[in-house]
Every structure is written in structure tokens, then in C-alpha cells.
């Protein structure tokens, strides 16, 4: 009788806690029109600080459910059940009853018509490089104390909008640019801009008749150019420790490492080049991969014929393709290898490091084109989950299931901003509602197969080049260097193997460039063997636009300049 008592009471308490809502009040005050977007309730275990900041892959991470929400009338309420997808908990259900920090956030979506005929709903990037949390314009609540006990509804109000972002100003080494792009524009059906800061080499202004080389640095939305400073770091700051790299005052070191670039930039013996980052964020994420894409527009296309033409007449580049250097790393070296790869005739040389997966049998730990699901190794009695990330002696602190359902909670059809996202939005074909096929099920991480077909002849950056080497190889012989940890986090350095093996092996003609891999290096190594990641990968302006100058004599076209920005 007692197990049937148990029993009753489990179910009993159940149905209390399905029936566990939370109500979000939409003030007429905030709003003067209805609104769609992304609704997003989060919990916190923390005392203090704002939950939509403790959202995270790893362990420590605070609890979020999210909804999709059209013409929320203001003056109105909605009401997050059951139906709201979770992260880490799939349900509210789930959720254990106790003492929470609650905040409520609206990520708004605007409505873009584009010139294939679709209509869907996005959020377009403010500013702030696309990022939810902090997306101006974006409503939230101020975080709370609640406790959550079941069959209890939650009721919270939005009483504030983030607040806009001051745009940067120049200086005397950095200009800052922004263009329309016609061809964004056409896409989108609505304007699109483009920007990028841009570091003028010394004695710029003083030799009005020298053009310059143009130092391309990929990676994700810049707010300014980074890791440059004019002044030696401000130690009257407090320290601020890295748990990722285990040093006190990290900060302190980053800006002495940003004053000591500024000292070796304005010094005799850099050379003189115009070094760029560029602004490309949209509406799937904070940059473009700076390709061109079904889902995201001719991205590449227009970086590479409006951008960086308009950069270099403005500010006197030479303007031709060998005088042009690719380099980046993570998301900055898949695309530095990219454009290398699609416009070898339009840049010179690339140095990827720690480039995302090159070669999609090697989709970080899945191989697109053999396993048939994405989250789970294949057995007939056991779900052993596949990691997404390690640290330096591999130990795993998520999987590929939990960083999934995490971007689901944050957004549906590919909207959540987030890693896997964008690739997908990127690298998919358009699906018939207008947004991205899933290369997986986002739930169950069963492979598409013909989505994978796709990504492979399109984006597989190995395959593409293995494919068509004898028309590109005489164009990216000495070309192509790609760095890598072999104990990357993400386990990017799977896809170099696969990689490396294929160029090593082309002989008509030899790829005659480098691959290199950091032992027990996590990401991102970018092939300093002298300094540890924490330090290194601060260093990409000094490491590769250095090592560009001293080789560009050989594959500058006969006749090319090389001597009058060398001053």
C-alpha cells in the first residue's frame, strides 16, 4: 500500500508542476505597436547579477525557456507553459521547485521581404554585433527573487528597453567606415551596410603618394579595432582573473599586450600596411562567414567587390590581389581560408588558425556524410552522447545534444544567433517557409543527408579544394598556412588532419604552404611555438602580417611594388 501511496503522490505532484506557468506583462508603455520576436525566461540559482548573462554551455550555466511570439499586443500578457522549449531542462515542468532569480527578455523580430520571395521574420543586428542579451531596443525585466513552487503562476513585467549603443569615434590611427551595399540591399529588400575600423600604418598622412598593402583581420563583430592601444594599461583597474587560462590580472595583460602592438606598429621596423576589421553582422548572427550564402545574401561578394574597393580607395591601397592578406582565427580563420579558397584571384595569401570544421567529415566529431545522427554514437543498446567541448586534457563539460537545445530555447528555425545556427544558416539550402533546412534535427540530431550533399559541394572548404585543385591549385600554391591546437575545445583540429592529408598529398602543383598543430594548444593556437595561448593569441596583427612581408616577393606578379611602403 505504501509503494501505491508513493506512487499516487509522484503523479500527484506531476500534474502540479505541469501546470506551473509564468506570465510576462507587455506594457503598453514600452511599446506602440504589436510586436513578434523571441520571448525569453530565465532563472538563476545565483544571489545576484542578471540572469540573461549566466546563459552558457558549460556547467554553471542558469536555466532559460523561450517562445515564439507574433503581434503581442502592448497592454497585454503572455503566458510561458509548457509548450516553451528549455535549456538545460527541456520543460518547466522540469524545473525543481526552490529560490530563483527570474528575468524576462523580448528579442524583437522584424519582418524582411527578400528578393527570392520569402518573408521571414528576423532580428536585425543594432550595433551591438547581434547579440540577444544585449541587442538595443530589446525589452527586459528587472531581475528578481522568486520562489517557484508548484501549481504557483509567475507573473513578471517588462519595465525597461536596452538602451542604444554610442557609435565609436576616430582617431588618429583608426578610421571607422560604413557603406551601403547595393547588393545586400537587393537581397534583404531593404537597406544593408557594411562597415569596418580601419588601423592607418604610421607615417600615413606624411607620404601622400604611397599605396598600401591591406591586411584583412577575420573574426567575429568588432566593436573597434582590437587589441590596439595608445597608452600603457591602466593598473589602477582591479584585477580580473581567467578561469580559461588560469592567470591573475588578465586584463592587465591584454592591455599591455594592445600598448606594446601600438609601440611595434608606430615603430621603424613594421611594415606599412592598412590593417582592417570588418563589420558584417546580420540577421542570423554577428558576421557573415563572408561568403556568399542562400540564407544570408552575397555576403561575399560584396565584401570583396564593394567593401574592400571602396577601404582602399579612401584610404590609398594598391588595390590588386596579391597585395591583399587573408588571416584570422576560429570563425575568422574558416573564413580566411574561404575567401582564399572562393576569390583566389582577389587576395594573396591566408593564415587560418583554429579555422571551424574545414573538411565536414570532420563536423567537429561528426562526419556528415557517414553518421546518421548527429548527438549519439551508433549502438544498438546504448546512447553514448558525442562531446562538444573539451578542455586541454579532455575533459568534457557539454555535449552536442546540450548545445543544441540550448540554441533552440534561445530561437526556432535557426534564429537563435548562436554556433551551430549560423552554420546552418550559412552552409543550408533555403527551406519552403523561407528559412534554413536543418542540416539535423535539432531535437533527436538525425542527420539530413541531402542537406549534408549540399553542404559539401558548396562549403566544404577540403572537398572544394580537392575537387576542383586542378584549375585552383596553381592559383593557392603558397597560399594556403592553417594552425591548429591538437587539443582544441571544439575539436577543430580533426578537420585539419583531413585537411593537411589531402594537400600534402597534391603534387600538380605542390599546395607549398604550411599546417602546424600546438601540442596539448587548446583554441585558438595560431602557431606560436614561443608563447602560451593566452599570450599568443593576442599577437595575430604582429605574427602574420610580418611573416606576409617577408614571403610576398614571391608570388607578387612581376613589376608589383614592393618598396615604396617599406619605409
Known amino acids: 500500500m505504501r509503494i501505491l501511496y508513493l506512487a499516487f503522490s509522484f503523479l500527484i505532484l506531476s500534474a502540479l508542476c505541469s501546470a506551473q506557468t509564468v506570465s510576462v506583462r507587455l506594457p503598453a508603455a514600452l511599446a506602440d505597436e504589436p510586436l513578434d520576436g523571441r520571448l525569453l525566461v530565465m532563472l538563476s540559482t545565483q544571489s545576484d547579477g542578471e540572469p540573461r548573462f549566466n546563459i552558457t554551455d558549460g556547467p554553471a550555466t542558469g536555466q532559460v525557456f523561450g517562445m515564439d511570439v507574433e503581434g503581442w499586443a502592448p497592454g497585454t500578457s503572455i503566458t510561458l507553459d509548457a509548450s516553451a522549449v528549455g535549456y538545460p531542462l527541456a520543460q518547466l515542468r522540469d524545473l525543481p521547485a526552490g529560490t530563483y532569480r527570474i528575468q524576462a527578455l523580448l528579442h ?31 525589452l527586459l525585466s528587472t531581475p528578481r527573487p522568486i520562489t517557484l513552487t508548484a501549481g504557483k503562476t509567475i507573473t513578471v513585467d517588462f519595465d525597461q528597453s536596452i538602451a542604444p549603443i554610442e557609435p565609436v569615434k576616430d582617431t588618429e590611427w583608426i578610421k571607422h567606415v560604413k557603406i551601403r551595399s547595393k547588393l545586400l540591399s537587393d537581397f534583404w529588400g531593404r537597406d544593408m551596410y557594411l562597415g569596418a575600423h580601419v588601423l592607418l600604418p604610421a607615417g600615413w598622412a606624411e607620404h601622400p603618394d604611397v599605396k598600401y598593402p591591406l591586411a ?55 611594415p606599412r600596411v592598412l590593417a582592417i576589421e570588418i563589420q558584417h553582422a546580420n540577421p542570423y548572427y554577428d558576421d557573415s562567414y563572408a561568403v556568399n550564402s542562400q ?66 567529415r570532420a563536423y567537429t566529431v561528426v562526419n556528415l556524410y557517414e553518421d546518421d545522427n548527429a548527438y549519439f554514437l551508433k549502438s544498438d543498446l546504448k546512447k553514448t552522447e558525442r562531446p562538444a567541448h573539451r578542455d586541454s586534457l579532455g575533459h568534457v563539460s557539454s555535449t552536442l545534444r546540450e548545445v543544441n537545445q540550448r540554441e533552440l530555447a534561445l530561437g526556432s528555425k535557426s534564429r537563435s544567433g548562436q554556433q551551430w545556427d549560423i552554420w546552418e544558416a550559412v552552409y543550408s539550402p533555403v527551406g519552403p517557409d523561407g528559412y534554413p533546412l536543418r542540416i539535423w534535427d535539432k531535437v533527436t540530431g538525425k542527420i539530413n543527408p541531402a542537406v549534408a550533399r549540399h553542404w559539401k559541394e558548396n562549403y566544404d572548404l577540403s572537398w572544394i579544394m580537392k575537387r576542383d585543385w586542378a584549375t585552383l591549385g596553381p592559383k593557392l600554391a603558397g597560399k594556403i598556412n592553417i594552425y591548429c591546437g591538437d587539443m582544441d575545445n571544439y575539436y577543430l583540429n580533426n578537420a585539419v588532419y583531413l585537411t593537411e592529408e589531402f594537400l600534402e598529398s597534391t603534387t600538380t602543383p605542390y599546395y607549398n604552404g604550411e599546417v602546424d598543430y600546438g601540442d596539448r594548444a587548446e583554441h585558438c593556437w595560431n602557431g606560436d611555438h614561443t608563447q602560451p595561448n593566452a599570450i599568443s593569441r593576442l599577437r595575430y596583427n604582429q605574427m602574420f602580417i610580418p611573416k606576409w612581408a617577408k614571403t610576398v616577393g614571391v608570388l607578387a606578379p612581376e613589376g608589383a611594388d614592393l618598396t615604396s611602403w617599406r619605409y
Open 216 to 270: 584583412v583581420f577575420h573574426g567575429h563583430f568588432p566593436t573597434d579595432f582590437g587589441g590596439f592601444r595608445t597608452t600603457p594599461p591602466d593598473t589602477s583597474q582591479p584585477c580580473e582573473y581567467s578561469a580559461r587560462f588560469g592567470l591573475d590580472c588578465y586584463n592587465h595583460i591584454q592591455e599591455q599586450e594592445a600598448y606594446d602592438f601600438y609601440q611595434q606598429w608606430s615603430g621603424p621596423n613594421f
Open 295 to 360: 540564407n544570408l545574401g552575397p555576403y561575399g561578394d560584396a565584401i570583396t567587390y564593394e567593401l574592400i574597393p571602396y577601404i582602399e580607395e579612401k584610404f590609398r591601397g594598391i588595390g590588386e590581389g596579391w597585395a591583399r592578406i587573408l588571416y584570422g582565427g576560429s570563425t575568422g580563420g574558416w573564413e580566411a581560408l574561404a575567401v582564399q579558397v572562393l576569390y583566389p584571384d582577389d587576395y594573396g595569401t591566408c593564415y587560418a588558425a583554429c579555422p571551424d570544421p574545414i573538411d565536414f
Open 108 to 138: 524583437k523580430y522584424e519582418t524582411f521581404t527578400r528578393s527570392d520571395g520569402h518573408t521571414v521574420k528576423l532580428p536585425m543586428d543594432r550595433g551591438e554585433g547581434q547579440q540577444w542579451n544585449r541587442a538595443p531596443g530589446n
